[in-house]
């Protein structure tokens, strides 16, 4: 039986609505993403639940072509998403946007494989690669949110 992945804080010197800006914008994904490496098409509705956007991952010439569904949204809040990468497989990522007034946010992330061949890492090891990678896609993020607040 497998415990909650682990989650990973960052707090942003930007309102949360700066911060669903960058979220609901789905051409940004791959500018605070760790691994995606552009965004190939955005679904009109993005970011409601059962949209997606079709991005790339991996370094070039070894790309490789799937896409991130939202199960989850509450604007301002919170964005579930079932990112896509196979054949490594995929990830069920939660994304909270805790407001802390005016100028200032709390980001949270989990993520854990939810399906494919990664699965039979025990969820430690997963983890352990997992959480250095969300805590410099919410640090990014940030910054995307601080520079909306900014502009």
Known sequence: MSSQP?????????????????LADGWTYASWVVGASRVR????????VGSSLH????????????RTDVLGCHPG?????????WPTGEATV???????GPRESLLSIQED??????????????????????????RRL?????GRRNA
């Open 41 to 48: 098409d955005v679904d009109p509705n993005w970011p409601e």
């Open 6 to 22: 682990a989650t990973v804080q960052h707090h942003v010197k930007a309102p949360a609505d700066a911060v669903w800006d960058v």
């Open 55 to 66: 991005h790339s991952f991996g370094l070039w010439p070894l790309v490789i072509n799937d």
């Open 113 to 138: 494989v939810s399906a494919g061949p990664v699965l039979l890492v025990p969820q430690p090891l997963r983890q352990a690669a997992t959480v250095p990678r969300n805590r410099e896609t919410l």
């Open 77 to 85: 809040k919170q964005l579930v998403l079932q990112a896509r990468g």
């Open 142 to 146: 940030g910054h995307l949110a601080e």
């Open 94 to 100: 939660n994304i909270r946007i805790d407001d802390l």
